[in-house]
């Protein structure tokens, strides 16, 4: 069901590069605004005629670690976090009833991507946030689980061998597993409030009640479509690599044009994964 939702909704694709291409331009004005503070304190290092070979590094170590460029540098990232969410929350908004349509095998399927962003948008936020809380609680247990256990067996604790490697064995497995239940139960959540109008907090309630009850299916269908989405990515740069290859030492002008197709047809089939994905993880939080 996912797949022919997927399939059906392809159109889908070319928002989804969209979002996915200012995602990343979010992401580069606090490596670019360091690197400006840097070159900022090289430059000035190097004006003052000082001559030692560490002096150009320590000025920009030393702008670089200023209080007020540690603060400017922290709110370009969170800035640029913040917006990269929202975007990618708008697209769901849209996408999401989308594939519901196809999903429903609805008789007359109607347009859904435009009334989602309009008046899903500010319900699918509410949620999004309550997700990213409860994936960042599972991550922080899974490391003090990871913390305790390398704590442990450093310290050699004594008692019973046997119990002590069940019990860290038992740990362990749940701080792997407990990231990837939690995301799962966060986008369950995303399609209940998209496709059911639920709220934040009930869709989290429900979608995680819904990956506890099968979890094996939901396991299945985020590991399978992960590694797809990797080895496909993987093909394609090196599709990438072997097709550069050959034109070695040409300009870069005529590489840029191959090398930016080899991007955009990795990032479709990345878009294209992960409405799959979608798809299935939907149908499986709202199925009755």
């Given at each position: 069901?996912?797949?022919?939702?997927?399939?059906?909704s392809?159109?889908?694709?070319?928002?989804?590069?969209?979002?996915?291409f200012?995602?990343?331009?979010?992401?580069?004005?606090a490596?670019?605004?360091?690197?400006?503070?840097?070159?900022?304190g090289?430059?000035?290092?190097?004006?003052s005629?000082l001559?030692?070979?560490?002096?150009?590094?320590a000025?920009?170590?030393?702008?670089?670690?200023?209080?007020?460029?540690l603060?400017?540098?922290?709110g370009?990232?969170?800035?640029?976090?913040?917006a990269?969410?929202?975007?990618?929350?708008?697209?769901?908004?849209?996408?999401?009833?989308?594939?519901?349509?196809d999903?429903?095998?609805?008789?007359d399927?109607?347009p859904?991507?435009?009334?989602g962003?309009?008046f899903?948008?500010?319900?699918?936020?509410?949620?999004?946030f309550?997700?990213?809380?409860?994936?960042?609680?599972?991550?922080?247990?899974?490391?003090?689980?990871?913390?305790?256990?390398?704590l442990?067996?450093?310290?050699h604790?004594?008692?019973?061998?046997?119990?002590?490697?069940?019990l860290?064995?038992?740990a362990?497995t749940?701080?792997?597993?407990?990231?990837?239940?939690?995301?799962?139960?966060?986008d369950?959540?995303?399609?209940?409030?998209?496709?059911?109008?639920?709220g934040p907090?009930?869709?989290?309630?429900?979608g995680?009640?819904?990956?506890?009850?099968?979890?094996?299916?939901?396991?299945?269908?985020g590991?399978?479509?992960?590694?797809?989405?990797?080895?496909l990515l993987?093909?394609?740069?090196?599709?990438?690599?072997?097709a550069?290859?050959?034109?070695?030492?040409?300009p870069?002008?005529?590489?840029l044009?191959?090398?930016?197709?080899?991007?955009?047809?990795?990032?479709?089939?990345?878009?294209?994964?992960?409405?799959w994905?979608l798809?299935?993880?939907?149908?499986?939080?709202?199925q009755?």
């Amino acid at each position: 069901m996912g797949a022919r939702a997927a399939g059906r909704s392809a159109w889908l694709v070319a928002p989804g590069l969209l979002v996915a291409f200012l995602r990343t331009a979010l992401a580069w004005p606090a490596p670019l605004f360091a690197l400006g503070l840097a070159r900022a304190g090289i430059v000035a290092r190097a004006s003052s005629g000082l001559t030692h070979p560490g002096s150009p590094i320590a000025g920009a170590f030393e702008v670089l670690t200023a209080p007020r460029s540690l603060f400017i540098l922290a709110g370009l990232w969170l800035a640029g976090q913040l917006a990269s969410g929202a975007l990618r929350v708008a697209w769901l908004s849209g996408a999401l009833p989308t594939l519901g349509e196809d999903l429903a095998r609805s008789l007359d399927p109607r347009p859904r991507f435009a009334e989602g962003l309009a008046f899903g948008f500010a319900p699918l936020l509410g949620t999004a946030f309550l997700g990213l809380a409860l994936e960042l609680a599972a991550q922080l247990y899974a490391l003090t689980v990871c913390l305790a256990a390398a704590l442990l067996a450093f310290n050699h604790a004594g008692g019973h061998p046997v119990l002590a490697a069940l019990l860290g064995a038992a740990a362990l497995t749940t701080a792997v597993a407990a990231p990837m239940v939690a995301s799962l139960g966060a986008d369950a959540a995303l399609a209940r409030t998209a496709l059911l109008n639920d709220g934040p907090a009930p869709a989290l309630a429900e979608g995680m009640r819904r990956v506890l009850k099968r979890p094996g299916a939901f396991l299945l269908a985020g590991w399978a479509l992960g590694v797809a989405t990797a080895v496909l990515l993987g093909s394609a740069q090196a599709m990438e690599a072997a097709a550069l290859g050959t034109a070695r030492g040409a300009p870069a002008l005529l590489i840029l044009g191959p090398r930016l197709m080899a991007s955009v047809l990795g990032a479709a089939l990345a878009a294209l994964l992960e409405l799959w994905r979608l798809g299935t993880v939907a149908a499986l939080a709202c199925q009755d």
